[in-house]
């Protein structure tokens, strides 16, 4: 007999059928909502956000080391509350708190809009992190993880292809914002459309698992669902490890510790790309050169990569990820043409489409979903924290130790041993509620067999 998960909430969920799957199996539907939910972080994220800066200098007259301080310091405040976030989505289901936070977030767009000087600046930076680029992404990047298993790399690479959209997207939109409407209202633009797109889907499309809908997850009819768990090829939604049983698995920092470096990184070369370039004897040209290439890679391996990673050990996909953002660091290092910049850049961009292809699937399947929420929110929380110091670090580097080069290449040579690393990792043990606590291993780096 089906046990009631202790974590469905919203619509009452209907009679599982038996035997046949679904014709129509609503994780489709989820997959563009969850796509939609991160694309509308784009205000908070640093490529969203840059683009204002300018007129954020000119405005209140700050110096650029004033505005990144308090960028910096948002940054890590709202970092500190996102794990608060997953547990109450664990408690409560996603479909709540996600409304709730979106309602907030885009009252933060609009809070913004009317931002008087550094201390409101910072306070505006706090609040749009947290629930944009924080809580929001949290919970749309948990979404998919309850509706899919076996292909849960690929419809995750196919929302992170709709985000590498919005990287490439946002900063011309708010660029044209601007120019028309002035800062201020852009903002408020920005906030309107951020409910505008996810309030109604939520209202009316959004479902928090699948027994919402008298399914299984992947579309399974309940007897492939029940088989699937007892040949241990599927973890249950009441499977799963606490937050602190898996922060004693070593599995659980090495992809954690790998998605802050990835962070700390990306973000500090992306905040001082123009000047970076610069340094290199290039210009803005060549930094939006650059900017493109890394769009377009990062698309293009998305895609790609989550293919892989439901095919490959989760390990070795991290640790190729690791190998080319070395790659990418070596000839971000030693280049001064703009062809250099150019493979630099695609380096870059598959470097992070394999990461995120690795780390986003390990966390439902390495520690199972009982307590996603919160193992996420943690992940996340050290990831956030992490893009606020890149950016000191490599420009302290430059102010300090006469250029970019000495921190470049500290940041390449750290991936080598979070590569060696990852190939060591094994999957945590993971009790299975369905058979009276007994303890069995994931399946050897889950590699699904393919779906028909």
Known sequence: MHRPNRHDHGTASL?????????????????PIATLGMICTGPAQTFGIS?????????????ETALASAYMAGTLLAASTLSHFGSL????????IMTGVVVLFGGACIGASQVTGL?????????????????LGLLSGNTLAYWFDRRLGTVEGVRNFGMAGAIAGFPVLNL????????????????????????????????????????????????????????????????????????????FWVFAGSAAYWAMVSTAIIFSLIPLMQDRGMGTDQAALFMAVFAGGLAMMHLVAGWLADRFPLQKLLAAS?????????????????????????LMGMAQASLVAAVGPVWPRFFGRAHLGRIRGVSITIMVAATSIGPVLLGGSNDFLGGYQPMLLVFAVMALPLAVVALRTRPPKI??????????????????????
């Open 15 to 31: 009679s599982i059928a038996e035997s046949s799957p679904p014709r129509f199996y609503y994780g489709w539907v989820m997959l």
């Open 431 to 452: 009790p299975d509620p369905s058979r009276d606590g007994e303890t069995e291993p994931v399946s050897e780096a889950m590699v699904p067999e393919e779906v028909h």
């Open 176 to 251: 044209a914002l601007i120019s028309l409407l002035g800062w201020r209202q852009a903002l408020a633009v920005l906030g309107l459309g951020v409910w505008l797109i996810m309030l109604p889907l939520l209202a009316l499309a959004f479902r928090n698992r699948p027994e919402d809908v008298g399914q299984r997850i992947d579309g399974l009819s309940e007897s492939q669902w029940r088989k699937q768990v007892r040949d241990n090829r599927l973890l249950g939604n009441e499977s799963g490890l606490s937050l602190r049983e898996a922060r004693r698995t070593l599995a």
């Open 89 to 96: 989505a664990d408690r409560w289901g996603i479909r709540r």
């Open 322 to 346: 690791m190998l080319t953002m070395a790659a990418s660091l070596c000839m971000i290092i030693v280049m001064r043409s703009p062809w250099q910049a150019l493979i630099a850049g695609g």
């Open 119 to 135: 201390f409101t600046l910072f306070l505006a930076f706090f609040f749009m992190r947290m629930l944009g680029q924080g809580a």
């Open 51 to 63: 683009a204002f800066n300018p007129s954020f200098r000119e405005a209140f007259q700050l110096s």
